[in-house]
Nanobody, 127 residues
C-alpha cells in the first residue's frame, strides 16, 4: 500500500521561506500526479498547487502563484513545496495528495479525484 508523508513544517516568522516535503513509500512517486492542499483552523481546505507525474505541468492557486513553487524529484520519491515570504495567513496544516491520473490538473478545494492523502504537517507563521 502506497503511503505519503509530509515533513518540514514548523513555527517560523513572517517573511521567511520554508520548504515542505512529501515522501512516497510503498510505490513510485512517478505513478502519480501530486498536489498540495492546506487547511487553516476553522476554515475549509483549499487547493495550493499541483504537478503532473513528470513535473512538466504545474498549477497554482491564483492567490499563491509567484510566492509558492511546487516541484518533484521522482528519483528521490519526493515532492516539494517551497514557500517564500510567508505570511501569518499561510498558517495551516499542509497536506500532500496523489492522483492516479498522472497528467495533472488544477483541483477543487476538496481535492476531488485525489486517491491518496498524507496526514499533514503544520506550518505556523508568527507576525
Amino acid at each position: 500500500q502506497v503511503q505519503f508523508e509530509e515533513s518540514g513544517g514548523g513555527l517560523v516568522q513572517a517573511g521567511v521561506s520554508l520548504t515542505l516535503s512529501c515522501a512516497a513509500s510503498g510505490g513510485p512517486l512517478s505513478d502519480y500526479a501530486m498536489g498540495w492542499f492546506r487547511q487553516a483552523r476553522g476554515k475549509e481546505r483549499e487547493f495550493v498547487a499541483s504537478i503532473s507525474w513528470s513535473g512538466g505541468h504545474v498549477y497554482y492557486a491564483d492567490s499563491l502563484r509567484g510566492r509558492f513553487t511546487i516541484s518533484r524529484d521522482n528519483a528521490k520519491n519526493t515532492m516539494y513545496l517551497q514557500m517564500n515570504s510567508l505570511k501569518p495567513e499561510d498558517t495551516a496544516v499542509y497536506y500532500c495528495a496523489a492522483d492516479l491520473a498522472k497528467g495533472g490538473r488544477s483541483y477543487d478545494n476538496n481535492g476531488s479525484g485525489m486517491n491518496y492523502w498524507g496526514k499533514g504537517t503544520l506550518v505556523t507563521v508568527s507576525s
